[in-house]
């Protein structure tokens, strides 16, 4: 697009959104970095290294992890069959993959902490038949986070496969190919970029999360206490340091992973370029 | 092969998303129609949903001027850090929402910066509506940018310019060129961001201080009565959210195939 002259409204419309930007957005953001700052760097060491800081990072970013796996695979079928086959109800369907969108983090913390409580219907069925327990308990942190997760994986993998060109596959087939060897060889490597943007999508919110974690979680320290609660518990001792540390912490991994995203769409982007 | 896939994607749907939906129903309901209407007209839930309302009323207009502002100037003019500013416009998606809560804390907080000058002239923002309010507008920030400026790139100006060459002012060209071509994605970026506005839990709940009555929004509302052991009223509220999360649902459904159908 070239440079346009007669176009009006350049200088009122960036100076605003610069404006706002700097109001809403990088000042107080940046007041993390400067709180930190006035940490000294072995305060700093000695927060983040705590044994139960330690245990929280690595409940969040394995349950994360586990969750967005689990996610990833399930969230594949499902654009699969959305893409793939027709049924009643899809349309129906369709919609509803963007309930976690929508519904607000907390209903979905206590819906989910009813249903797999010890008592609730599916948490008494799992103790029952596999003495298996979901709710207060790591596992049950990662059900509500691939419940938040579902949405990233089906709706970056979904236009994917749907521009999918469908003639790759009848070349191979017509060459001889298995249909294992058609998804192998080439339907997953062309879907893959996509998946691991959905992955990787989800993993990054779900490390975050808050809301439909807490209610499910126990949050006993050490064993299902996430970081964004810990953060909170520092906060509710008014122990500021160690909340800004962390949170400082969790930041920067955030943005790294923002940049790895980035730099994946771009890979992808280039390589759709070159079919 | 195709059935047992289908059998697995919709099991999947109806355990993870169908069986929470009945479930916010049924334990509403648990004790009855008055019950559940009871709680909901109870003085705490009603001011509950008059804060998110009024929240929801500030930040989303505010938001939206924002992210047409933003879009026009992004996508109507080339200029230096271009594309910085648009990834700084996303910034807070990548922020978990207690982190977002937190900064707020630090700035307007006791020990915060504006602190000591806030007590001093007596302004409560942290454990206050505003904190609510600011925290929200920063949490929703993106949403109507992010769905305006891919759509205006993608369009071109060159009706625009026509207009203008024709002799129309800006805002003329604005409202009957501009704005007809981007309405339902800019309605589709206003629904994203009231659902937020509306359903945010973790940022607001790290500013608000939890007063009943007072700075409970409807999501803290829910909490308050579940850790409370008091589960119709959790899920009486739970289900206000959950109605709003459908008509949500139900509106985004119709604005991407208006979106669809514009582009035919």
């Known amino acids: 697009m070239s440079q346009s002259r007669i176009m009006p409204g350049f200088r009122p419309a960036l100076g605003f959104t610069l404006f706002y930007l700097g109001l809403v957005v990088l000042i107080p953001l940046s007041t993390l970095i400067f709180k930190s700052l006035q940490l000294g760097w072995q305060d700093y060491v000695n927060i983040i290294t705590h044994n139960r800081v330690l245990a929280a990072f690595r409940v969040s970013f394995v349950t994360a992890l586990v969750a967005a796996a689990i996610a990833s695979f399930f969230g594949f079928i499902i654009a699969w069959v959305f893409t793939r086959y027709s049924f009643t109800g899809k349309k129906l369907m369709d919609a509803l993959i963007d309930l976690p969108f929508a519904l607000p983090t907390a209903v979905a913390g206590i819906v989910l902490a009813t249903i797999f409580q010890p008592s609730g219907i599916l948490g008494k069925f799992l103790i029952d038949s596999f003495n298996l327990r979901i709710a207060y308990t790591p596992s049950g942190i990662v059900v509500a986070l691939i419940f938040i997760s579902i949405p990233f994986v089906v709706r970056t993998v979904e236009p994917v496969l749907q521009e999918f060109d469908s003639r790759m596959e009848e070349a191979a087939s017509s060459l001889g190919a298995t249909r294992l060897q058609v998804f192998t060889k080439i339907i997953f490597p062309n879907i893959f970029p996509a998946l691991l943007t959905g992955f990787a999508l989800a993993f990054a919110r779900g490390v975050g999360e808050y809301g439909s974690v807490i209610f499910i979680a126990g949050n006993i320290p050490y064993i299902s206490e996430i970081v964004p609660l810990l953060i909170v518990t520092k906060l509710e001792q008014y122990e500021y340091a160690g909340a800004t540390a962390i949170a400082l912490t969790m930041l920067v991994i955030s943005f790294a992973l923002l940049l790895f995203i980035n730099l994946l769409q771009m890979w992808i982007r280039k390589r759709s370029g070159q079919l | ?264």
């Not at chain 2, 804060?51 to 026009?72: D, E, K, Q, S």
């Not at chain 2, 922020?95 to 900064?103: E, F, N, R, T």
């Not at chain 2, 937020?196 to 009943?212: D, K, L, N, P, Q």
Request: hydrophobic content about 55%; some cysteine; overall charge negative.
């Open chain 2, 1 to 264: 092969m195709r059935w047992s896939l289908t059998a697995i994607a919709l099991a999947f749907i109806a355990l993870f998303l169908c069986l929470p939906l009945l479930l916010i129903i049924t334990a509403a309901f648990a004790k009855g129609w008055s019950a559940y209407w009871s709680e909901l007209t109870d003085h705490d839930t009603l001011s509950a949903i008059k804060l998110t309302l009024l929240t929801a009323l500030i930040t989303v207009p505010l938001n939206t001027v924002f992210g047409i502002a933003a879009a026009w100037a992004i996508t109507r003019f080339e200029f230096i850090g271009k594309s910085l500013l648009t990834t700084l416009i996303d910034l807070p998606f990548s922020v978990s929402p207690v982190i977002s809560g937190l900064i707020f804390v630090l700035l307007f907080g006791k020990q915060g910066w504006f602190g000591d000058w806030l007590y001093a002239h007596d302004i409560k923002i942290i454990f206050a509506v505003p904190g609510i309010v600011i925290v929200t507008l920063f949490i929703t920030f993106p949403f109507v940018a992010r769905e305006l400026i891919p759509l205006m790139q993608e369009m071109g100006n060159e009706e625009e310019e026509a207009a203008l060459s024709l002799g129309a002012s800006g805002w003329k060209t604005f409202l009957f060129i501009t704005l007809p071509n981007i309405k339902w994605a800019l309605l589709y970026g206003i629904l994203l961001c009231n659902a937020r506005a509306m359903g945010e839990f973790g940022a607001v709940s790290v500013v608000s201080g939890h007063i009943r009555g007072l700075t409970n929004t409807l999501p803290l509302h829910v909490e308050v009565s579940y850790n409370e052991y008091n589960s119709v009223a959790a899920f009486a509220s739970a289900s206000i959210l959950a109605g709003l999360a459908i008509v949500t649902l139900i509106l985004k459904s119709f604005l991407e195939w208006q979106q669809a159908h514009d582009r035919a």
